[in-house]
């Protein structure tokens, strides 16, 4: 890379959100990949609270981009970006669930039960200490095992640490209804399994560095093309 292609880099990548989109808007389309590769660990975790099947991942996710930047122009900033392209994702996401389905309505949950993860709580022992691959894999099966309307709350909250009115923005929920799912998701968890893992468990459903190279490249060629006519959905 020359000094002056890393000078621009550099340079772009201190542009806020706002100002990207504003020069995404005005042509610099290539400029796109600067958002997507900020959220993508974001999206992908909140894609992956409504999907169970990490195979689907992806594709929602490159949904999720190109319908956002086909309705760029249409981004009031009453919202910051990171928060109207989280809510498109789970959009995208329910509908892939709807489509097949696989739908988990609330209604069917039976909010005041105890739920116990499908896994054994005992405690850890001190000879047996877990590796860093096997406690995000236990915090990951723990988290995918409760029903979506909660594991979307808490993966949202506590693994992506986003603030109530961010979470209720991104869910259309109120702010009131998240914290009754996050309380009653963190029950489902159990104190001990946040003890053994960590009480911060951003360890857990990493998008890596392959993964962020596929959907940002595929995401670029989408929209590097000619919009079909009719296909932005409001």
Known sequence: MTDSVATKNAEA???TDDQVIERV?????ALYELLMRRYNQRVYRAVRAVLRQDTDAED???????RAFRSLGKFEHRASFRTWVTKIAIHEALARLEKANRTEPLDEVEEDRQYLPA?????????ENMSSTETRALLEQAILSMPYPYR???MLRDVEEMTTAEAASALGLTEDVV???LHRARGMLRKELFTRVGATSASAFQFLAPRCDRVAAAVLARI??????GSVRE
């Open 152 to 154: 979307t709350v808490l």
């Open 119 to 127: 896994f054994s709580s005992a405690q850890a022992n001190p000879e």
């Open 60 to 66: 929602v996710m490159q949904e999720a981009y190109v």
């Open 25 to 29: 808007l005005a042509g610099e389309t």
């Open 224 to 229: 590097s093309q000619p919009e079909p006519a």
């Open 13 to 15: 990548a201190e542009l």
């Open 179 to 181: 914290k009754v799912r």
